[in-house]
């Protein structure tokens, strides 16, 4: 094994970037954490960076390999992120430091190793043993934010960079690209997949595929992406005083009574070949009152987090369409009922079809007919409050009356993208067969992987969902069609990531991970036989 791979390095480089905070979106600590990262680069590689529009560096480096096979130019692109998720939980440990104990592996061993079971929730088994092996066996686990994504990854990489440039049989490159935002609105990936395109035009490359070195619950790897659509739900009332429910319909209630029935719904759990993918899950339940009053709400909204495999967009959205519209109809039901019950002289008579009252976003464009301009807030605005801006106004221009639901798409959207069978797909599985380890289709967490090609949707489903698209928000669709890689994912493995527990496996992410990367991206680098 090379020295470059050595694990005790590497897992002291992992912990100090952990210690550097780099929660997203954070201009100037992420900022920060790429100036740190440069300076980690083996003097070895060339290095450099790519600019988001708000001065967040894109950090890349780059080995060329020493042997020039026949033909064009090979390469792999390295795909990772420096930035985590917030830490505010770790306020509630009542450590010195407060939340900023996140950033702090040894404080936090330390603290959770004097837990029992009475101090942790309901049915952390898991992590009850995970504690019990950290004590036999002192280093089993690191924990901290960014412990499992992904700041293990960071040194794991650098590492397996300057092992590669000692390699004289390499017969390609390989292209490390890290990025911020990921866990925000992957601004630091869509800058970068222009720079790739044209990078791979300029030199005429033959990109291999996409490794991605983001986490997995356990020693794993994965060929293809998961796709996110982010659906918007607008919820209209008819309002009423909080005494006298039953001669309006609040907002509030119905937008609950939606998000209840859609993520316990098995008709938006997207499926592939015997593989069920994740039911959706309710990122922002609001209602829109200006403050407190007795009146029920107006109106209400939903981010709804749709996971996809293959499904196209339009059948995804008709697909919510159909529980929105259920849930309008039980939610009438009941209380029809529950009128009869608590007023005897009130029958519970069937209610309006109430079918017209769940539009899909060109639909109420269509009812609005000529509203005139929507506006454009030449990015000015959050995309979503943009979108929601223009729902409004298009609903005030049909004269839409409550109860009724709005479905739009919200940014940020990920494409989907099965798994394939190109150089770095057929190399992973061939080495890590030898290793014992399984290559499943479709990572399961979302990912900046999934910008690096474009295959399945129209893009024109953008713009006929989407109010936000092609204004406050835009994809580089032309550059990802031109990259259109393959993506592994292939990362350390941990447990409880985004969680107060956050936590990685050490002996697979410092000792073995390295070697097995290595491994793989001298396989699909090399020429095919003849």
Known sequence: MSLALD??????????????PSVSPDVFAETEFARALLAEIPVPLERG???????????????????????PRRAVLL???????GVGEFATLGLPAGERAGFDPPALRNLFLSYTSESLPPGSHELLEDLAEEKRRPGTWMFGRGAADMKSALAVALAVMASLADDPALAGDVL??????EEHAS???LAAVGELARLREDEGLELAGALNLDYACEPVAYAGVMGKALAGIYVIGRPTHAGTPFEGVDAAQLAAAIVSRATASRGLVDQ????????????????LKA????????????ELNLLTFARPLAETLEALRTEALAAL??????????????????AAHGGEDLRSRVLLWPELVARAGEPGELFDSEGRLDPRAASLMRVRKLVRAARLAGPAVVIHLLPPFHPHAAPGDGPLVRAARSVLAGEGIEVRPFYPYITDASYVAWRGEPPEALATFMPSYGQEYRLPIQAMRALDLDVVNLGPWGRDAHGLFERVRADWAFWKLPGVLAEVMKGALAPPPR
């Open 7 to 20: 694990p005790a390095a590497i897992r002291a480089l992992a912990e100090r970037f952990i210690r550097i």
């Open 272 to 287: 592939w070949e015997g593989i069920t993918g994740v039911p959706p899950v309710a990122l922002r339940l609001r209602d």
């Open 291 to 302: 403050g407190y009053n007795v009146q029920t709400a107006v109106e209400a909204e939903v």
């Open 49 to 71: 960076e790519w600019r988001v529009a708000d001065g967040r560096p894109v950090v890349w480096a780059r080995v060329r390999g020493s042997v020039a096979p026949p033909g």
């Open 79 to 85: 795909l990772a992120h420096y930035d985590t998720v």
């Open 329 to 346: 109809e039980d939610l009438a039901r009941a209380m029809r009922e529950l009128r009869a019950w608590v007023e005897p002289g009130h």
């Open 187 to 189: 601004a630091g990936m």
């Open 176 to 181: 490390l690209v890290v990025c911020p935002d």
